[in-house]
């Protein structure tokens, strides 16, 4: 059984960064490309960007230059930086891995449970 498990949300305020971490662990066998999405109140979920497995990472508009997402595939681990937070910016992250678990020859989706961040004006 393959899950992913994300930490590190919370309440800042705003122009403050918070980090998030999103682990991978069960039988895997390979981990493909991860990223975060996020969902605000009464809006539907948006990629906030990806990281292939080389480290080639994309993009939101709005994030861009403020958010930063990094992996370490030794650790099974994906993050994401977050610096100079906007109240927009606000809801629910959530993380998700193409994986591969071991001993099958196809890959899934998966996803975490998803961790708030709220930013306050």
């Known amino acids: 059984q393959v899950q992913l498990v994300e930490s590190g949300g919370g309440l800042v305020q705003t122009g403050e960064s918070l980090r998030l971490s999103c682990a991978a662990s069960?039988?895997?066998?390979?981990?493909?490309?991860m990223g975060w999405y996020r969902q605000a109140p009464g809006k539907q979920r948006e990629t906030v960007g990806t990281?292939?497995?080389?480290?080639?990472?994309n993009y939101v508009d709005s994030v861009k230059g403020r958010f930063t997402i990094s992996r370490d595939n030794a650790k099974k681990t994906v993050y994401l930086q977050m610096s100079s937070l906007k109240p927009e910016d606000t809801g629910v992250y959530y993380c998700?891995?193409?994986?591969?678990?071991?001993?099958?020859?196809?890959?899934?989706?998966?996803w975490g449970q998803g961790t708030q961040v709220t930013v306050s004006s």
């Open positions: 990281i292939t497995s080389d480290g080639n990472t």
């Open positions: 069960g039988s895997i066998g390979s981990i493909g490309a």
């Open positions: 998700h891995g193409n994986i591969k678990p071991s001993g099958y020859w196809s890959w899934r989706m998966y």
